[in-house]
């Protein structure tokens, strides 16, 4: 929802979710098979939640109201967030606007891999001050 939130965009009020800007464009984390099996499993913990027999003829809208959420539903979808949060970074984040700048920096990992390279290797970077000295 931060990723949404950051760069969706709104429909009136509404998030706005598209496949190219929101969906295409999120850094996935990188997981080892244990993670991904225990992310599984707390994914399901909130399908099981959300199929409860005393949930059965809620809505989305019915569950997802804040004021009314099912307190299994909301203890499910805290684990859930979580253990997604460590799959990016141990200790989790502090709020939502760590996890975006997070994000942020990962999509612009994926999207300019070779901008920071440069950076990481003393030699090319005196090299390129020194040609850029030249330009001047």
Do not use: C
């Not at 929802?1 to 990188?30: H, Q």
């Not at 984040?93 to 390279?117: C, G, K, N, Q």
């Amino acid at each position: 929802m931060a990723w949404l939130n950051g760069i969706g965009g709104r429909l009136k009020s509404d998030p706005r979710y598209s496949i190219g800007l929101v969906y295409n464009t999120f850094p996935w984390p990188e997981a080892t098979p244990a993670q991904r099996a225990k992310v599984e499993l707390l994914a399901q913990a909130v399908l099981d939640a959300r199929a409860l027999p005393k949930n059965a003829t809620s809505t989305l809208a019915d569950l997802y109201d804040p004021d009314r959420m099912p307190g299994e539903l909301f203890k499910a979808h805290k684990a859930l967030d979580a253990a997604v949060d460590r799959l990016y970074a141990a200790k989790g984040f502090a709020d939502d606007r760590a996890r975006v700048e997070h994000l942020f920096r990962l999509y612009e990992a994926l999207v300019m891999p070779t901008t920071a390279a440069p950076a990481a290797n003393r030699r090319t970077s005196r090299r390129v001050a020194r040609r850029d000295t030249r330009l001047v």
